[in-house]
């Protein structure tokens, strides 16, 4: 989770930010305003601050923003608590929250444990996030709600015979995704009266972790997208500028536009 804040009260957190995706977006907001504040949420702290100092090490004099690591679990809800607790008490609220936490079971597993570990953290423990954090998005006078989605989760798409990706079957991440959609489109709906604008975001296929090393590897030889791609577009995002796309249809996509649900 990414959480940012700044002195024009801008307060962003980026769930799972110690590598990938989410380690790219704590990158690109970090080089975007002295203003922000970004809270590096990772599961554990040292994994978090090992990323924090790298990003440091890294970015040199073009950090612009500050930031800090904040322990969060998404599959644990005492380290939810104390997250949004600890955001309360430092910031007293919440301007962005970026839900970044996701798996892939690639591991020899029975089907139920399988499903109930991408669910768990894919779908369950981001809708646990976001409305433990409710209260504190409230305070901000624009506040946004990213998930990181895929187009692997798109109904549509999965019956499209041209969609590039058909032949991938990866069944159970699919499922996730759809129900994480709806997620977004549940928030979406339920929190228009209070001004929070809540969308699912499509990353594109891009290297990351989320099949491990050899995954990692494979996507890289495959020509797959660099993940600062979306982290760039995230960034837009969080400054307002694909605010047309969240309300066309609140599936935004990296390359601009919208997805189909």
Not at 94 to 119: C, K, P
Request: aromatic share 6%; hydrophobic share 40%.
């Amino acid at each position: 989770i990414a959480l940012l804040n700044n002195v024009r009260m801008l307060t962003s957190m980026t769930q799972g930010a110690n590598s990938g995706i989410g380690f790219e977006t704590v990158k690109a907001l970090a080089e975007t305003s002295p203003d922000f504040h970004i809270l590096l949420g990772s599961r554990s702290a040292e994994k978090g601050q090992k990323a924090l100092n790298d990003l440091k090490a890294e970015l040199g004099d073009s950090l612009k923003a500050t930031i800090s690591v904040l322990e969060i679990d998404v599959s644990n809800q005492d380290t939810i608590k104390a997250a949004k607790d600890q955001i309360e008490s430092q910031f007293g609220k919440l301007d962005v929250l970026i839900n970044n936490a996701g798996i892939a079971v690639y591991e020899q597993v029975d089907v139920l444990t399988s499903l109930r570990q991408t669910f768990e953290t894919n779908v369950f423990g981001q809708l646990v996030v976001t409305e433990t954090m409710e209260p504190l998005l409230q305070k901000s006078p624009k506040p946004y709600v990213v998930y990181v989605s895929s187009s692997q989760g798109s109904v549509y798409e999965r019956l499209n015979p041209e969609y590039e990706h058909r032949n991938i079957r990866g069944d159970h991440y699919r499922m996730s995704k759809a129900a994480l959609n709806m997620l977004s489109a549940c928030h979406r709906h339920n929190y228009a009266d209070w001004g929070c604008r809540v969308l699912a975001f499509n990353p594109g296929w891009c290297v990351s972790n989320l099949t491990g090393e050899k995954g990692r590897e494979m996507r890289k030889k495959l020509g797959a997208r660099d993940p600062r791609d979306p982290a760039v577009a995230l960034v837009d995002v969080v400054l307002g500028k694909r605010d047309a796309d969240i309300e066309k249809n609140g599936m935004v996509d990296l390359d601009g536009g919208v997805r189909p649900w």
